[in-house]
């Protein structure tokens, strides 16, 4: 069956669309013909706003076969739904029919009935006269109802039929190829719409499955993280030499900073960017956590977000955490006293990050361009990487370190 079935014109040959036998009981005089055509583009109308609306499959169903029996003037319209295990539909949405006939009623979908000849031609069938028809066979459930003639169109998707649109009526007349035109296009839209609502689902269980497998992913970098740090720090205990063990130290304590800045980055809901401001909060409440006795304070813009990437936001933390820790270990000698203030501040296209002291001071001839320690050297490092300017000024008491770099993404006001 050709996938675009539903958007092809009505096909009209005489094993599917049966000859009049005579004229409608109640022609319709040029005028009505033409209000009855206004009519129906009204309903189509219609129906396109509530397929564009986003209703239930449910609902959609159920106003498609209430308008599209008002447009063909019917007292009878039922969608079914294709069955293929069993080969047969199901009656999923209708009006007029019996109160158990709407999800419990079937129809046969073989080739010798109405409903089963349109899904696997493709083609619309008319059966104006069903008390003698003899091109197919009358379903039991019409028979009930006193159905004296009967239209039906295919529900195409866009890779395989949902089922059929069928509108009925027990009154004399006669379908014409309007009526069909109309029917086709009112399946029409409701195919398409459940197609995208098919593609929507696949698209939310895609993005789904993709946030488990990252939350998964996470949890394994953070559980390999401290792994690792973990195992610095025990060798750090076994070893006697003093020097040996304070790098080993300082190295777990990076490592568990690297996590830490992990851990902030990928909670949030995109992956590309990240509030800078929310981000570094984080991370100085890590560190003061980890910082007994010691006051880690951020300040940054209130009442906007300013936007990051994420490959520049883990520098700007690592940055953070090495100039925090060195305040405290080198500022506070003896731990009285100790509070760090970092501070975030836009600057016209600038980001200007503060990490300021009041503790003892840079010793004599410092000079941060030259520093060997590899703390130094990694502020240094993760300042070229941010294209920052990286600058001391030496307080009275303590030290400031201000690092200036382009803001590159955007700002923009705190949702409310």
């Not at 910082?291 to 690592?318: K, M, S, W």
């Not at 990694?378 to 300042?383: E, G, I, L």
Request: charged share 25%; proline share 4%; with cysteine.
């Amino acid at each position: 069956m050709s996938s675009d079935a539903h958007s092809k014109e009505p096909v009209f040959d005489p094993a599917v669309i049966e000859p009049p036998a005579g004229r409608r009981a109640e022609s319709l005089t040029g005028e009505q013909a033409l209000a009855l055509r206004l009519r129906q583009q009204e309903l189509l109308a219609k129906l396109g706003v509530l397929a564009l609306q986003g209703s239930t499959v449910k609902e959609l169903l159920e106003r498609a076969a209430r308008l599209t029996a008002e447009g063909l003037e019917a007292e009878f319209c039922k969608v079914m739904e294709y069955v293929p295990a069993q080969n047969c539909f199901v009656v999923r949405a209708g009006v007029g029919w019996d109160l158990d006939t709407v999800g419990k009623a079937t129809v046969g979908a073989d080739l010798e009935s109405p409903a089963g000849y349109a899904l696997h031609t493709g083609k619309p069938v008319i059966s104006n006269h069903l008390e003698r028809e003899q091109r197919f066979r009358t379903p039991q459930l019409l028979m009930r109802h006193g159905i004296r003639r009967a239209i039906n169109v295919i529900l195409q998707g866009d890779k395989s039929a949902f089922g059929v649109l069928e509108v009925d009526s027990r009154s004399p007349g006669e379908f014409t190829a309007h009526d069909l035109a109309f029917l086709q296009g009112a399946a029409n839209i409701v195919g398409m719409a459940m197609e995208r609502q098919r593609i929507e689902r696949d698209l939310l269980a895609a993005a789904e499955r993709h946030r488990l497998l990252l939350d998964e992913l996470n949890h394994r970098v953070k559980n390999s993280l401290q792994i690792a740090a973990a195992t610095l720090e025990l060798q750090a205990s076994s070893t006697d030499d003093e020097t040996l063990r304070r790098a080993l130290t300082e190295a777990s304590g990076r490592i568990v900073a690297i996590g830490r800045a992990h851990e902030g980055l990928y909670r949030g809901e995109t992956v590309a960017t990240i509030d800078l401001s929310s981000y570094l909060r984080e991370v100085c409440h890590g560190l003061e956590t980890s910082a007994v006795g010691c006051t880690v304070e951020l300040t940054a813009p209130a009442g906007r977000v300013l936007d990051i990437e994420t490959d520049r936001a883990v520098p700007v933390a690592l940055v953070v955490n090495e100039l925090v820790t060195n305040a405290i270990k080198y500022g506070y000698p003896g731990g009285v006293g100790c509070r760090v203030q970092v501070t975030l501040a836009l600057e016209g296209r600038d980001l200007v990050l503060s990490v300021r002291d009041d503790g003892v001071g840079l010793p004599p001839g410092f000079d941060v361009a030259k520093g060997r320690g590899l703390g130094m050297r990694m502020v240094r490092a993760f300042s070229r990487q941010l294209e920052a300017a990286l600058t001391v000024n030496r307080l009275s008491p303590g030290t400031e370190f201000v690092l200036r770099f382009p803001a590159r993404d955007g700002v923009r006001p705190l949702a409310p």
